[in-house]
């Protein structure tokens, strides 16, 4: 048994090695930041420490920060883009047209100085010394004094006040809620730098990469105010709203919030004098906290319900994609939709019940894709979008809708949602970086469905088992760290021995569709065709006159490999085929027969994207 144990630990270590990058390495932040708020005026000033360790293998003579609240600012590039955009968000821009003839105007256009957003550094020093810094809109440029050598760690002061601008997007004053401040992206923050340079993307509305660090972040506001935040609270007596009765630790009418929170990328908080506070803890230990404002009855009792299925959330996803390795989640009510942060999520609260659980599903697997994973949003934004989905579909069902089993394919949403898209003249290739996309209802069915698509869509070609072990060693093996797509494609390369070149690079960065049908049945054969340029394996259920039932697996030669049986419930008792590869290169393949059939699907899971499911079925229905 010692022998087994010891040449399996070390097939999955090497397997493990085989999958990270060689020499992979990311750079490391710690923040230190003490906030002052002057909540009468939406403006604050703060004060940082921030470390920065270059573990890369080069010399960097320059950093970056991102200046998100510059964003919101008449002759931004937020502003441009909502101007010419075919389909703005309308948060974030008036109809002064009609319903049938809009003509759009941004938000931002109209702020006034009192209204902007800003973000103004008055001071930064590394390692004691005067920097040369320059802003260009939401980035600051810093040129240093030398040079942060490799292997090399920088200490940064920082001074800087900001104003917090009217809520357009994510962040700001005055919800439609009524929440005071939801403070997203609300920092100067560190610009990612990988094995691909510095990621220095304009905030025109969409979403972020970030390093890994340590936040402790110091927060003085007016006493009447609560706040939920990032990470875990660490001087409950001394504020309000996280015990009965603390003992408030005041000075000059306002009281210190202190929060910390360890290996994260990003950090959000919100307040308000009427924010309340609940709790409830996972089985698994994870301490999840509402922080939001009680308007009804209805809304209370939605949030204590919500409460109590977010804790079951944390254990599910957390036995079916991985350990959620912080102690703490928190809800806020804030923001304008919901976004998810480090440990913390920003949502809209006056939601019905199913909306409610909903949105803090989606935001809470974000956890996973895109906190556990750093995946770059602005990249490969359906990794993080579609993937999330996923997740958030298949918890829904089972925790919400009490369901006991799921269907084989449990996002059929998100594929109608697809077929829509892929149908209607406005696809993107899904590789198109996140910013770019021509039209938002491009990018959002690209980066919720598809990415959805992309994720159930591998369970056909790989199995449904080995895609659950996919999920499981991906996180075994990144965690904490930054993948990309392509790193998930390994792993689920080794997982099923299944080569997913031509499906990876096909679905993601063409718009080609996938259509194959049924083209006839007699006594002797079965015809099918691939009537698009996109191949793929076959699953093909035959049921014959006699009453019995065969599943015939066609893999596609592309894969050098066969998934295995599927123990799906429409296949309980059915007999399995294999058969000989199909090429992509021959659009036809013949099935002789020995007996009579009298129906035929292909792919009855539903789980193939075809275009055209009309044809999938003899007789046609």
């Known amino acids: 048994m010692r022998k087994l144990f010891t040449l399996a630990t070390l097939i999955l270590s090497s397997s493990i090695l085989f999958a990270q990058r060689a020499d992979y390495w990311q750079q490391a932040v710690d923040y230190k930041m003490d906030i002052d708020v002057d909540d009468k005026n939406y403006q604050y000033q703060g004060k940082m420490n921030l470390k920065y360790s270059n573990n890369s293998n080069q010399a960097l003579h320059k950093v970056y920060f991102h200046l998100y609240f510059n ?30 003839s809009p003509k759009y105007q941004s938000r931002i256009a109209s702020l006034t100085p009192e ?7 008055k001071s930064l ?5 005067p920097t040369t810094y320059k802003i260009d809109g939401t980035l600051l440029e810093v040129v240093l004094p030398q040079a942060i050598e490799a292997g090399q760690t920088a200490d940064f002061d920082m001074e800087w006040s900001a104003q917090v601008p009217e809520q357009i997007r994510r962040s ?13 992206q609300w920092y100067p923050k560190m610009a990612h730098f990988d094995e691909f340079g510095w990621h220095l993307d304009e905030y025109v509305a969409r979403e972020f990469i970030a390093p890994f660090g340590n936040f402790d972040v110091t927060i003085h506001l007016n006493k009447d105010f609560v706040v939920g935040a990032s990470g875990k609270l660490q001087n409950p007596q001394a504020v309000k709203g996280y015990m009965k009765k603390p003992q408030a630790m005041v000075k000059e009418g306002k009281a210190t919030w202190n929060f910390k929170a360890e290996n994260i990328h990003d950090f959000v908080w919100a307040a308000d004098p009427k924010f309340v506070v609940d709790s409830a803890q996972s089985k698994g230990g994870v301490t999840i906290y509402t922080v939001f404002l009680p308007s009804s009855k209805e809304v209370k009792d939605n949030w204590k319900t919500a409460l109590e299925l977010a804790t079951e959330f944390f254990d599910y996803t957390s036995a079916h994609f991985g350990a959620y390795p912080w102690s703490t989640y928190s809800v806020v009510q804030g923001g304008d939709g919901g976004m998810e942060y480090g440990t913390a999520t920003l949502v809209t609260g006056g939601r019905n019940l199913k909306s409610l659980v909903g949105v803090i599903f989606h935001e809470a697997a974000h956890s996973w894709y895109q906190h556990l994973f750093g995946i770059n949003e602005t990249v490969d934004e359906w990794f993080d979008e579609g993937f999330t989905s996923y997740v958030q579909a298949q918890a ?20 109608r949602a697809y077929y829509k898209l892929a149908l209607s003249g406005k696809e993107e290739p899904m590789s198109l970086l996140a910013d770019y996309y021509n039209s938002n209802y491009a990018y959002s069915n690209e980066a919720y469905s598809k990415g959805q698509v992309l994720a159930e869509q591998l369970g056909y070609i790989i199995g449904k088992q080995n895609l659950q072990k996919t999920f499981l060693q991906f996180y075994d093996i990144w965690k904490l760290k930054h993948p990309t797509a392509n790193d998930f494609k390994r792993v689920a390369e080794e997982v099923s021995g299944v080569n997913l070149k031509w499906y990876f690079n096909l679905f993601i960065n063409t718009t080609r569709k996938i259509d194959y049908a049924i083209s006839s ?7 099918l065709s691939n009537k698009s340029d996109f191949a793929m394996p076959i699953d093909l259920l035959v049921e014959y006159a006699d009453g019995s039932k065969e599943l015939f697996y066609i893999p596609l030669r592309e894969m050098r490999g066969e998934k295995p049986a599927e123990n799906f419930e429409i296949y309980q008792g059915v007999k399995r085929t294999v058969l000989e590869d199909w090429f992509w290169t021959n659009p036809t393949y013949r099935i002789p027969l020995s007996k009579k059939a009298v129906k035929v699907v292909i792919d009855p899971t539903q789980r193939l994207a075809d275009v055209e499911s009309a044809n999938n079925t003899y007789p046609q229905q």
């Open 71 to 100: 964003a919101f600012q008449p002759g931004s590039m937020m502003d441009y883009r909502l101007s010419n955009i075919s389909d703005p968000d309308p948060r974030m821009s008036n109809n002064l047209g009609t319903k049938e």
């Open 115 to 121: 209204q902007i957003g800003y973000q103004k550094i």
């Open 125 to 129: 020093l590394m390692n004691g010394q």
């Open 172 to 184: 700001g004053r005055n919800s439609k809620e009524g929440v005071v401040l939801s403070m997203a």
């Open 396 to 415: 829904f069902q089972q925790l919400f809708e009490k369901r006991d089993t799921l269907e084989p394919n449990s996002v059929l949403s998100g594929y």
């Open 521 to 527: 049945v007699n006594d002797k054969e079965i015809v």
